[in-house]
């Protein structure tokens, strides 16, 4: 009699289960991706409100807000390297504590291009600045690769490490960016913020993992067929 090839078998099972499950979860990620594509276009097209209100949203990320905040043309500022439009440069971001707003924000002044000296002036004022401006969650603070910040210039956007560097023991999880500029008088200051851009290719990767899965299973049929069909050995005696 043919035995069973539990072997095979036991090394077949977990592997097919783990295909399934790697293309169930990006087809997860596929829904959470499409959602969030969804989100940042209705923000996009909903009217500008007031920060106040934007701010008791159930997401408010990627919506347009109408903010005041005091003393900001001439606020500190901490500079954070990047790039816009392909061109290196510096991010001048700074505090706003807008009123009626409990915890101050970041707030992104705009793109300096690199070789650009100007920089505002820092001089202590409370002068009202309204500015229209959009919400962004605040990525992480790098990676064991990222340089850590040196003479108020930081390599990644560490929310924690620009609120101290700015005076702030703690800041909201939004950053403003600044769509009209707070420093007119720096023509090269471009207050932008950066495109709602996502990578969406889960379907693909879903339909990589699946794919496995359907090839595992063949082979294990095939080697099972193969296996049962195969002529019994002849006894030498």
Known sequence: MKR???????????????????????????????????QSEAAAEAAPAALSEVLIAPDPEFRRALVVCPGLATAPF?????????EPGSRLISLCRAPGVETPLLIDRG??????????????????????????????????????PADNRFYARDSAA??????????????????????PEIAALTASAPPA???????????????????LVGFY???????????PEKDPS
């Open 4 to 38: 069973f090839p539990w072997l095979l078998t036991l090394f077949t099972a977990p592997a097919l289960a783990l295909l399934i499950g790697l293309g169930v979860w990006q087809v997860q990620r596929l829904a959470w991706k499409e959602g969030l594509i969804a």
């Open 78 to 86: 901490v500079e954070l390297q990047s790039i816009h439009d392909g």
């Open 111 to 148: 793109f300096v291009p690199e070789g650009v000296p100007a920089r505002p002036r820092v001089i202590e004022s409370t002068l009202p600045l309204s500015l229209l401006v959009e919400l962004r969650r605040t990525p992480g603070a790098g990676n064991a690769m990222t340089p850590p």
């Open 162 to 183: 620009m609120a101290q560097a700015l005076g702030a023991p703690a800041v909201s999880e939004f950053t403003l960016f600044a769509l009209t500029s707070p420093n």
């Open 197 to 215: 851009a996502f990578s969406n290719n889960h379907l693909g990767y879903a339909m990589t993992w699946f794919g496995l899965a359907i090839a």
């Open 221 to 231: 049929v095939a080697m099972l067929w193969r296996r049962m069909r195969r002529e």
